[in-house]
């Protein structure tokens, strides 16, 4: 009934199975609650019908599962049994005007006009109900989306009883800028700068997601050389952001010391991918069919240096956040998110490793030189800040390892090939292990080889909601420490 | 304590001294273009239409380059067999007007320091408010750098401040989303007169990779007066501190 498909490969687009609503339903439920991810589930107007695609990973198997189903106007919803399918079902109404019926909590997700030829035009942002609780002695909080420091905008609604949190309703879109929308028909010129930019602190690993797949549908074999400079820069990605991370977490609880070092580390790192391509965030370095800049031997060094200064710096900058007890006191037990939440929520990345799912692209769904080169996937089990600050530490520490170990045996060679022609008709689902989770990306392309329908999912998307339920019950003061623990795209998820 | 102390020994003092000094920027760093109209082609236009921005143009004078627009690809310098344009490492770019951004050889954008009331009023204190207004969050990320030891912007008297009635002024991000235009109207409202705009990126001077989505606005003076315009998609750290200074009247050489 569904067929096993692999990451990264292309497939006929006829191949993947188009079921009925009932047994696309009973699959996808099935197989949530078998431990795979719902990966990815979107609507592309097929004849007169608005055809559901699915995409299921299954970690341990490291396969895919892909079903699709034609539904008009409405549907039975997923997600009353199926909770990671929420947000989905929600995009999928607002885009698409299908009805899931009996979905618990149906409004839009982003504000956006919806895809559909004669769509009305959306409410204005924010112009919607949010979830509130009754009562005397409870009120609300409302915040954003314009913030009080230099981030993202989003607005935040919680319900307090005192300074605790009874809930929070998350409410985004302000980011929006039409992205999917924008790509499909492509590629153009635009395109891979589109990538670029769904989330600038995640270039290098959703460029890679995209050229992933491009070079799937063009059959092209990528040079081993440019794998491992890929791989060099998805990592110092992660390194650079998880150690911003840290810094943050310790600025958010007043610990200056580890803030100002973390957050000085953290631009030495974005500096070793500037010294790879000349921008400290990777634009410009991955393209399909490779990459385009090399590491000639002085800069190998150069490199080498450098990341062993800034493992000094950062082991010493995280030792003293490690070994001082008032920091950890207000790490522990904050912001607890546990592991049946995350399975129940399908949250991916950091927050689903700290609280001990270990699930990790790079080793249940290896690309490029991560086949060559393993890494130790990160794990902490008490759900908690100081379990995400955790495995961050520890990806900071594989990272490190990681980039020395490619770098002492680059290959050599070209660093780059033609990527031809896409093939007609095809899908391919492309997966990377961004430093927040799992980035997923779904081409098909029409019968030119351009794309039919572009289906970007950044890990965010998946975990907004785990922050707002590991909110639940803790002070209302510990929101942004919290916040910071998930540090979630919204431009990622805004598109 | 006693190792709080060791470990800012080790962690050692990262200040830049700026901008008496200029630090090296990284030799593949994308800066400044540099314009050789005489080099150019008269039949050739590979330039022009490598740009996924527009940024380029060509007429009976020869190219032009707008760096409001730019991304800062270097596609036009690959594409360009007679290397007519190429980039340097030049890192300050910004400038006071918009027509000031088009480059057509290799000069230096212009900023003009704020004078008179103006500069009494800002020179030695400016408190601005940001409005990330769409985009990517590369130019906030390396905005936020600047309150990084190594850039220490309160030493320069500039601060970012969370209330828009603290502040002088606006500093912009992001193409302003349809989705954010309202709130960005409301706190460019809320800060008391006389006050600041500033764009920061392509994509708040001109739209950058989203320009004439139908989602977004083209850039921040759709909206409002902009009185400084910073390039880069996103900007150096640096090209936006030399902006800011450059407006204080305090910029380097
Ligand atoms: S100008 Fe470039 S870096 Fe800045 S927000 Fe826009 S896309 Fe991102």
């Excluded at chain 2, 190792?3 to 200040?15: D, E, G, P, V």
Aim: aromatic share 6%; net charge neutral; with cysteine.
């Amino acid at each position: 009934m569904s067929g096993d498909f692999r990451a990264n490969a292309c497939v006929a687009r006829t191949a993947v199975p188009v079921l009925a609503i009932a047994p696309f339903r009973a699959a996808i439920i099935e197989q949530t609650r078998g431990g795979a991810l719902l990966a990815a589930l979107f609507g592309v107007p097929h004849e007169s019908a608005l055809r559901l695609h699915a995409v299921l990973a299954q970690p341990t198997a490291g396969t895919l599962t892909l079903l699709c189903a034609d539904v008009v106007q409405e549907y039975p919803a997923l997600t009353p049994e199926c909770m990671p399918a929420h947000w989905f079902e929600r995009e999928l109404w607002e885009q698409w005007r299908v009805l899931p019926v009996g979905h618990p909590w149906l409004k839009p997700i982003r504000f956006q006009p919806a895809r559909t030829a004669d769509a009305p035009m959306p409410a204005p942002i924010g112009c919607t109900e949010f979830f509130a609780v009754a009562g005397g002695e409870t009120h609300e909080v409302a915040v954003g989306p314009v913030h009080a420091g230099i981030i993202e905008p989003g607005h935040f609604r919680f319900q307090c009883y005192g300074e605790q949190v009874l809930h929070l309703e998350i409410s985004l879109g302000y980011q929006h800028r039409g992205i999917e929308r924008a790509v499909a028909g492509g590629p153009t010129a635009r395109t891979i700068h589109h990538m670029e930019t769904l989330a600038g602190d995640t270039t290098i690993g959703h460029t890679l997601a995209y050229v992933q797949a491009c070079e799937a549908l063009a059959e092209c074999r990528v040079p081993p050389r440019a794998q491992a400079l890929r791989a060099i820069a998805l990592e110092l990605e992660r390194l650079a952001n998880h150690t911003g991370d840290i810094g943050a977490l310790a600025g958010d609880i007043g610990y200056l010391p580890t803030a100002a070092y973390c957050g000085r580390i953290r631009g030495d790192f974005l500096n070793m991918t500037a010294l790879l391509c000349g921008n400290r965030f990777g634009r410009g370095l991955v393209r399909p069919g490779g990459v385009l800049f090399d590491l000639d031997d002085e800069r190998r060094t150069q490199l080498a240096q450098r990341l062993r200064q800034a493992e000094r710096d950062v082991r010493v900058a995280t030792q003293l956040l490690w070994t001082t007890p008032s920091v950890l006191a207000r790490f522990e037990g904050t912001g607890t998110l546990t592991r049946a939440q995350c399975e129940q929520l399908g949250v991916v990345g950091v927050a689903a490793r700290a609280s001990g799912i270990i699930n990790d692209v790079r080793g249940d769904f290896p690309a490029g030189w991560y086949c060559q080169e393993h890494v130790s996937p990160a794990s902490c089990d008490t759900g908690d800040v100081y379990a995400r600050a955790m495995v961050r530490l520890l990806e900071i520490q594989h990272a490190l390892l990681f980039i020395h170990c490619v770098l002492a045996a680059l290959p050599k060679g070209p660093i780059t090939t033609t990527c031809g022609p896409r093939g007609a008709a095809r899908q391919v689902v492309s997966l990377v292990e961004g430093w927040r989770g799992m980035i997923c990306h779904v081409a098909l392309t029409d019968a030119a080889g351009q794309f039919a329908a572009y289906k970007i999912i950044d890990p965010s998307f998946h975990n907004w909601m785990g922050l707002a339920l590991a909110m639940r019950g803790q002070q209302i003061s510990d929101f942004p420490l919290c916040n910071k623990s998930f540090n979630l795209s919204y431009c990622g998820h805004d598109l | 304590m006693i190792r709080a102390i060791l470990t800012r020994l080790q962690q050692r003092y990262r200040t830049l001294v700026y901008p008496t000094r200029t630090p090296v920027l990284p030799d593949r760093f994308r800066g400044l273009p540099r314009i050789e109209r005489a080099r150019c082609a008269a039949d050739c236009a590979a330039c022009v239409a490598v740009c996924p921005v527009q940024a380029i143009t060509k007429d009976t004078n020869g190219i032009a380059l707008d760096l409001g627009r730019c991304l800062f690809c270097g596609a036009c310098e690959t594409a360009c067999a007679y290397h007519a344009v190429t980039f340097t490492r030049e890192h300050r770019l910004a400038a006071g007007s918009r027509a000031g951004l088009r480059c057509t050889a290799q000069e230096l954008p212009r900023v003009t320091a704020l004078q008179g009331r103006m500069h009494a009023l800002f020179g030695r204190s400016l408190k601005l408010r940001q409005v990330c207004a769409g985009g990517c969050n590369a130019c906030e990320a390396d905005i936020n750098v600047l309150n990084t030891v190594v850039f220490d912007l309160g030493r320069f008297g500039i601060q970012f401040v969370a209330a828009p009635r603290h502040a002088d002024g606006v500093l912009i991000t992001g193409p302003v989303t349809a989705n954010m235009r309202g709130a960005l109207e409301k706190t460019w409202q809320a800060v008391p007169a006389p006050k600041l705009v500033i764009a920061v990126g392509a994509c708040a001077i001109s739209g950058g990779p989203y320009r004439d989505q139908v989602e977004t606005h083209n850039g921040a003076d759709t909206i409002l007066p902009v009185d400084l315009y910073i390039p880069g998609c996103p900007p150096h750290p640096l090209t936006i501190l030399d902006g800011l200074l450059q407006l204080l009247g305090k910029g380097g050489g």
